[in-house]
């Protein structure tokens, strides 16, 4: 319980760390974005105008702790702020209509491949110097050291538009009716195919390797070689003796790449012109739309901090020596 | 065993969330019907008007989903608000010289050009079945001086105040005469009284379900795709063939690109490098682009600063530029160089005769002579140094990623290095590029000019010491009174006279240096209608983001019958 309370109190205030940074750090930069809006119109706005402008994006002169404690409050009942380069659309507007296709298109690709990499590694330490444990991490390695927006444009032009099997662009296809219905259902993991795929291919090999490599450690401990002696049955020394200690660290791996979903797909969503946040939070960058920024950076920042949380967690259920802080004779 | 369980009880939860959460996504980006009763027909096979062609798939703007907004005040409004749906009285085109009557038949400089007086067209209608009348046209301005946010041309700046004269004509005053300024009136979208007297602040308002008085209305919205089809009530519908606009979201050049050769896409305007080569010999019989210049490049030098102040070093600076390798290297040939006047080849009828073949020349034994007579001298580092000891070093500021001026940048740079010219580019982001130009903080800069219907509006912007865009901080009595002379004059052989006094000063004292004129993007395929604009057929500004010229192209487009 202590250990849960301990947890609770970090992410407390990493989370608020990490709200009060991301206050701090736009109002650090130079230039107002007011100005740039400014700058836009090319000198046609009556200063009048500039004034209405500032007011309406929320950039008062007010004391900076009132704004602090404003944009606290404006964080928890949902009003991010209006976004400068689709004005007047709130933000969160964007980020509702962008993340889940994010979060279906990147998760599900993460969950694949460390589903997929994870037993791969274990199958292939089992048959260890097989054909497989040899071809496997190397081939899965090649694939990863390319740049992986390089393959997604490869991918995009062999498999889009060269021969034609799948969409090029857009989530799904815009003649289907959106909504809980099947043409709509295939016709978006149809258009999702090619990106995920490339997501997938392009970590498959981490998860693999890691967890070919910690299985062999594993299996050469004196408790398996002991209990493999005794006769336990082949599945039960490969999951639970050897797989149960050798995944903890794809869990500490699997928190980051988590917690990486909402920023790490910017350049393959961008290719595909899928609808994601990527795409959107490129834009804001380009067009410094800092509410839209802002929430993105801060939307990255919690999911870091949530994945940690959850894998803090559920480490702990898994190896109880965090708990007691390696008082290792308690269970 | 449990603890296998409980991972793959996880991994299942974070699978079924992921799901979820895209099914929650695909909710909020429901199929919309707009205030009419027609429902949706994406088939394309059996609306009413589907005899007279196809849907045409048109990419004006790339970048990210749409977001639902069609509020003509505001600058991120989605393409086709205004001048598909919502109309001006009348479009001036930039490219053509044009004019283009929509909500008015007339308009007129009476009062010693103090009073601009605009006759509205008769028998107009809302999309969603009410008249079209003067109050609208009053409401909407009304709109702009209560809230100035709104009023993004600065009208109310230049109007004192205006009237309805009758059922369909209005007069706008104004303190002193400025007929180049009409065209804002001109050209500002008109809403409709009965709906937007409950939006409050047109700057801030969201727009989802636009009535106006366009020639197209919205079909369906969303965040990667909308749809708008014909308006049946449209004065003049008969005039537009094609039934259906479909704008898909693009989030990169790439991918555009690559449907824009497919066939994915009917109409577009983007950079695309070897245009011949990507696009046109894909398929030659229908494959077209036309990029006809819209806007003087200039290099920009800061009057404020004492050397560039001396019409010498500007003099050296322009010789030693060789534009042509610019239009080659850095826009693909694309660009064409510009004319010492810097103006562009439509308003060649402004051109003084004794500027109308003038060049450009690169002379850089000219250059290097013109400095050391005006009292420069080499240091031992081939580097020039002014009579006051300051060195010939400058920064030269670009937009970080403008990747056609970043390389002109680097002509610019070795081509001054040859005379004895040191530049150092500097590339800021957009934002800090326009405090640094706009606060003088800056020594060269490459930049654009503002476009307009006749070259009033890039010159006054340009040259005069109150105007909107004079980076260099240009300021000369004699100047701004060619451009009062210009303003307040409807003839145009007083408008010619006045022009040909800026030209002097263009040529003689360059206050910026121009380089080439920006090219308008614009590629088509003629698969299913013809009648685009073309070097042969210059009637409109062609490419779809230029709005509301897209109104005037689909006007003239003719399906393909087959």
Same mark, same amino acid.
């Given at each position: 319980?202590?250990?849960?309370?301990?947890?609770?109190?970090?992410?407390?205030?990493?989370?608020?760390?990490?709200?009060?940074?991301?206050?701090?750090?736009?109002?650090?930069?130079?230039?107002?974005?007011?100005?740039?809006?400014?700058?836009?119109?090319?000198?046609?706005?009556?200063p009048a105008a500039m004034a209405a402008m500032k007011k309406a994006f929320g950039l008062t002169d007010k004391p900076v702790i009132v704004q602090y404690f404003e944009y606290l409050r404006g964080l928890f009942i949902g009003n991010w702020g209006l976004s400068f380069s689709n004005y007047p659309t709130p933000v969160m507007d964007i980020i509702k209509h962008s993340v889940p296709w994010t979060i279906g298109l990147v998760g599900v690709a993460t969950v694949l491949a460390v589903i997929i990499g994870t037993s791969a590694g274990i199958y292939i330490s089992w048959k260890r110097q097989g054909i497989l444990d040899n071809t496997l991490p190397l081939l899965t390695m090649?694939?990863?050291?390319?740049?992986?927006?390089?393959?997604?444009?490869?991918?995009?032009?062999?498999?889009?538009?060269?021969?034609?099997?799948?969409?090029?662009?857009? #989530?799904?296809?815009?003649?289907?009716?959106?909504?809980?219905?099947?043409?709509?259902?295939?016709?978006?993991?149809?258009?999702?195919?090619?990106?995920?795929?490339?997501?997938?291919?392009?970590?498959?090999?981490?998860?693999?390797? #890691?967890?070919?490599?910690?299985?062999?450690?594993?299996?050469?401990?004196?408790? !398996?070689?002991?209990?493999?002696?005794?006769?336990?049955?082949?599945?039960?020394?490969?999951?639970?003796?050897?797989?149960?200690?050798?995944?903890?660290?794809?869990?500490?791996?699997?928190?980051?790449?988590?917690?990486?979903?909402?920023?790490?797909?910017?350049?393959?969503?961008?290719?595909?012109?899928?609808?994601?946040?990527?795409?959107?939070?490129?834009?804001?960058?380009?067009?410094?739309?800092?509410?839209?920024?802002?929430?993105?950076?801060?939307?990255?920042?919690?999911? !870091?901090l949530v994945a940690n949380f959850i894998v803090d967690m559920l480490y702990s259920r898994l190896d109880p020596r965090v708990r007691t802080g390696g008082a290792a004779n308690e269970s | 065993m449990k603890v296998k369980r409980g991972l793959t009880l996880f991994l299942a939860l974070v699978f079924a969330l992921s799901v979820f959460l895209v099914g929650c996504g695909s909710k909020t980006t429901e199929t919309k019907t707009d205030t009419g009763s027609t429902k949706t027909n994406t088939g394309?096979?059996?609306?009413?008007?589907?005899?007279?062609?196809? =849907?045409?798939?048109?990419?004006?703007?790339?970048?990210?989903?749409?977001?639902?907004?069609?509020?003509?005040?505001?600058?991120?409004?989605?393409?086709?608000?205004?001048?598909?749906?919502?109309?001006?009285?009348?479009? &001036?085109?930039?490219?053509?010289?044009?004019?283009?009557?929509?909500?008015?038949?007339?308009?007129? $400089?009476?009062?010693?050009?103090?009073?601009? *007086?605009?006759? &509205?067209?008769?028998?107009?209608k809302w999309s969603d079945g009410q008249p079209f009348t003067a109050d609208d046209v009053m409401f909407t301005f009304n709109l702009l001086k209560k809230y100035p946010a709104a009023d993004t041309s600065g009208i109310m700046k230049e109007v004192t105040s205006f009237e309805k004269k009758s059922d369909n004509v209005i007069d706008f005053n104004f303190s002193q005469p400025n007929v180049p300024f009409g065209v804002y009136i001109l050209q500002q979208p008109i809403v409709p009284q009965h709906i937007w007297k409950d939006l409050g602040d047109p700057s801030?308002?969201?727009?989802?379900?636009?009535?106006?008085?366009?020639?197209?209305?919205?079909?369906?919205?969303?965040?990667?795709?909308?749809?708008?089809?014909?308006? =049946?009530k449209y004065y003049d519908a008969d005039s537009y063939a094609v039934p259906e606009l479909n704008y898909p979201a693009y989030d990169s050049n790439e991918s555009a690109q690559l449907a824009l050769v497919k066939g994915d896409i009917d109409w577009t305007g983007m950079f695309i490098p070897n245009v011949d080569k990507v696009y046109v010999d894909q398929d030659k019989d229908h494959n077209h682009y036309w990029f006809p210049p819209s806007n003087p490049v200039m290099l920009y030098p800061n009057l404020k600063n004492p050397i560039l102040k001396d019409i010498n070093v500007r003099k050296a600076i322009s010789m030693a530029i060789d534009r042509n390798k610019i239009?080659?290297?850095?826009?693909?040939?694309?660009?064409?160089?510009?004319?010492?006047?810097?103006?562009?080849?439509?308003?060649?009828?402004?051109?003084?005769?004794?500027?109308?073949?003038?060049?450009?020349?690169v002379d850089d034994a000219g250059a290097i002579k013109l400095l050391q007579d005006a009292g420069y001298k080499k240091g031992s580092d081939g580097i020039f140094v002014s009579p006051t000891g300051k060195k010939l070093s400058f920064t030269l500021q670009v937009v970080s990623g403008?990747?056609? $001026?970043?390389?002109?940048?680097?002509?610019?740079?070795?081509?001054?290095?040859?005379?004895?010219?040191?530049?150092?580019?500097?590339q800021p982001q957009y934002g800090a590029y326009m405090t640094t130009i706009q606060g003088d903080k800056y020594d060269l800069a490459i930049g654009w000019t503002n476009g307009g219907p006749t070259p009033y509006k890039t010159f006054q912007d340009l040259l005069n010491s109150h105007g909107a865009w004079n980076i260099e901080k240009y300021s000369d009595p004699a100047t701004d009174a060619a451009l009062a002379?210009?303003?307040?004059?409807?003839?145009?052989?007083?408008?010619? *006279?006045?022009?040909?006094?800026?030209?002097?000063?263009?040529?003689?004292?360059?206050?910026?240096?121009? &380089?080439?004129?920006?090219?308008? $993007?614009?590629?088509?395929?003629?698969?299913?209608?013809?009648?685009?604009?073309?070097?042969?057929?210059?009637?409109?500004?062609?490419?779809?983001?230029? $709005?509301?010229? =897209?109104?005037?192209? &689909?006007?003239?487009?003719?399906?393909?019958?087959?």
């Open positions: 319980m202590r250990y849960v309370l301990n947890r609770l109190g970090f992410f407390v205030l990493s989370l608020w760390a990490a709200i009060t940074i991301n206050f701090i750090l736009p109002r650090l930069m130079p230039g107002d974005p007011a100005d740039i809006m400014f700058a836009k119109f090319k000198g046609q706005l009556d090649g694939i990863q050291s390319l740049p992986y927006f390089w393959v997604a444009l490869l991918f995009l032009f062999v498999f889009g538009f060269k021969l034609n099997w799948f969409p090029m662009a857009h #989530g799904y296809d815009t003649s289907v009716t959106a909504g809980f219905n099947w043409p709509f259902f295939s016709s978006m993991l149809y258009h999702a195919f090619l990106p995920g795929i490339t997501i997938l291919l392009g970590s498959l090999s981490g998860w693999l390797v #890691g967890m070919r490599n910690n299985m062999i450690n594993t299996l050469g401990e004196d408790y !398996v070689v002991f209990a493999e002696a005794k006769g336990v049955s082949t599945s039960r020394l490969m999951f639970t003796y050897a797989a149960r200690n050798a995944i903890l660290p794809q869990l500490t791996s699997f928190a980051i790449a988590i917690g990486n979903v909402v920023s790490g797909s910017i350049l393959t969503e961008q290719v595909f012109s899928y609808p994601g946040i990527g795409g959107q939070l490129t834009n804001g960058v380009l067009q410094e739309d800092f509410p839209l920024i802002q929430s993105s950076f801060l939307l990255i920042a919690v999911s !870091v | 394309g096979g059996n609306s009413s008007t589907a005899a007279t062609g196809q =849907p045409l798939n048109i990419v004006a703007t790339i970048g990210g989903n749409w977001q639902d907004n069609f509020n003509p005040f505001s600058t991120s409004a989605m393409g086709g608000t205004n001048g598909l749906i919502y109309q001006p009285m009348y479009y &001036l085109d930039t490219v053509s010289t044009n004019e283009y009557p929509f909500l008015a038949t007339k308009y007129e $400089w009476i009062n010693d050009n103090k009073t601009l *007086e605009v006759t &509205l067209r008769d028998g107009v801030k308002a969201k727009v989802t379900n636009p009535v106006g008085t366009g020639p197209y209305m919205l079909d369906s919205f969303t965040p990667q795709d909308y749809k708008l089809k014909k308006n =049946p239009s080659q290297q850095a826009e693909d040939g694309y660009a064409q160089v510009a004319n010492p006047t810097g103006m562009l080849p439509q308003f060649k009828d402004f051109i003084d005769p004794k500027y109308k073949d003038a060049k450009f020349t403008w990747s056609d $001026w970043v390389t002109s940048c680097m002509v610019i740079t070795q081509d001054l290095k040859k005379i004895g010219i040191q530049v150092k580019v500097q002379e210009y303003q307040s004059t409807t003839d145009p052989a007083k408008q010619k *006279e006045a022009m040909s006094k800026i030209e002097d000063v263009m040529v003689n004292q360059l206050p910026a240096i121009p &380089l080439f004129y920006g090219p308008v $993007w614009f590629e088509y395929s003629s698969k299913k209608y013809t009648g685009f604009p073309d070097q042969s057929n210059t009637y409109s500004h062609p490419s779809p983001y230029s $709005w509301p010229a =897209p109104a005037v192209v &689909l006007s003239k487009l003719k399906p393909v019958s087959n």
